[in-house]
């Protein structure tokens, strides 16, 4: 026996007639049907991952990326005698030129691909098993948006069906993927942005993005709404759109107006309220139609036919100044494709793309300036020149008075539409319908 404490039995001692504890069993799997329970489990577990990978976008996308490094090419130092063709790609999901960083980008079926200016070749690639719906730029990133099989949207119109909601944002020296965010655009939707914010056009609803990709503001027939009462008006379509200086200028057709309306609201709204637009003016137009053309921090410029003429309108919604516009005879006929005016930013002036000529406007008071007649989109600038499409050339006129210096001939065979221009480096860029084409 061992030593007792003061309460007598010791913690070793074993009193005479007591009967130690029984021990617990064993547990062990040692039955088939033990077995058989644990391959259950793990077949289940198995197939759940399956599944899930099935479904993941991660399974139905593909990116290549690189590691190395580039920089935008320089500009040359003078105008070039000549431009002839150095590649061309087919990029039916963009509507002008992107150019993303030092890098031009082409999206075409689910894929989207960055290539070198000034030779063509394919940097990094990524691929969604989803229908591009538009590619631009913003942030100086490149950004995709994708079509899903849903539709936010729900209509009988064949036109809206599908909505083009998978938004993404991808580094355009790398390819990697950047942010990405569900989207409620509809279909036929273009990507405008002011260097802020992206707002992606439409028939019945605008939505804007930051950098980020979080939304800011819906504008219009919002999905699932709660409160119909936060936007101002309803049962509208818009029927042309521009974005710039953190705000959207759209032209709406509303069912108790009696004629076009002019709107133009922030593309944040108060408190982080996305869905409750702050309008800066809302004015009912003297038109039936009617197409932004340009605007600034105080201003807004309007084109309006019978007669043709350019409205602006300040900061209040009161008209700032009108000027007599010449115009095709087919011109503001019909919206823009995309909704979007076909306006470019130069060396302080708006290039207007009427559908028949390009009207350069002042980015100050929004005036027109000169008018460039037989032009097939709005231009682009290039080593210090306006740049314009013309049938079989390229016009290039001074910048400071507007009169052609010269004519570059370019051959563009059957395409006889809308031609979209940029630059980079020394590369000049046409879009023409669906393919892109380089020249140097």
Request: hydrophobic letters at 35%; glycine letters at 8%; one cysteine or more.
């Amino acid at each position: 026996m061992t030593s007792a404490d003061s309460d007598g039995v010791g913690s070793e001692d074993v009193l005479e007639g007591d009967v130690p504890p029984p021990r617990a069993p064993r547990t062990r799997f040692n039955r088939k049907r033990d077995y058989a329970g644990i391959g259950l489990i793990v077949v289940a577990l198995v197939a759940a991952v399956v599944v899930v990978w099935q479904k993941s976008d991660l399974r139905a996308t593909t990116s290549i990326t690189t590691e190395r490094q580039y920089e935008e090419p320089a500009a040359p130092e003078f105008f070039p005698p000549s431009l002839g063709e150095v590649w061309r790609a087919e990029s039916p999901a963009t509507w002008e030129p992107v150019i993303a960083g030092p890098t031009v980008v082409t999206g075409r079926g689910g894929e989207v691909a960055g290539r070198d200016p000034e030779t063509g070749d394919v940097r990094w690639t990524y691929r969604r098993d989803l229908e591009l719906c538009t590619v631009s730029t913003q942030w100086r990133n490149a950004v995709a948006l994708f079509r899903t099989t849903e539709n936010a949207l729900p209509d009988s119109d064949p036109r809206h069906a599908g909505g083009c909601s998978e938004m993404t944002s991808l580094d355009p020296v790398s390819g990697k993927r950047d942010r990405q965010r569900n989207s409620d655009a509809e279909r036929g939707t273009r990507l405008i942005g002011d260097g802020v914010y992206l707002t992606a056009t439409g028939e019945r609803l605008l939505t804007s993005v930051r950098s980020d990709l979080v939304e800011t503001m819906d504008y219009g027939q919002v999905p699932a709404m709660v409160n119909a009462e936060k936007q101002p008006r309803t049962g509208c379509t818009y029927k042309s759109a521009y974005a710039a200086s953190n705000k959207i200028a759209v032209i709406e057709r509303c069912p108790n107006d009696a004629a076009a309306r002019l709107t133009v609201y922030k593309a944040t709204g108060k408190d982080n309220e996305a869905d409750k637009p702050v309008e800066v003016l809302s004015s009912v137009l003297g038109s039936e139609s009617a197409q932004v053309v340009a605007m600034n921090d105080e201003l807004t410029a309007v084109a309006m036919p019978s007669p043709n003429r350019l409205v602006v309108y300040g900061a209040e919604g009161a008209q700032a100044a009108t000027y007599d516009l010449d115009l095709g005879p087919d011109d503001l006929r019909a919206d823009p494709p995309g909704r979007a005016s076909p306006v470019t930013k130069a060396t302080g002036a708006f290039h207007w793309f009427s559908g028949s000529r390009t009207i350069v406007v002042s980015a100050t008071e929004l005036r027109p300036l000169w008018t460039i007649k037989d032009t097939l989109g709005p231009g682009t600038v290039f080593a210090g020149r306006a740049l314009f499409p013309v049938k079989d050339a390229i016009s290039v006129v001074s910048q400071a008075d507007g009169k052609e210096v010269g004519r570059i001939p370019v051959d563009r065979a059957n395409h006889t539409g809308v031609v979209t221009m940029s630059s980079i480096g020394p590369i000049v860029l046409e879009q023409r319908g669906t393919t892109l084409v380089a020249l140097h």
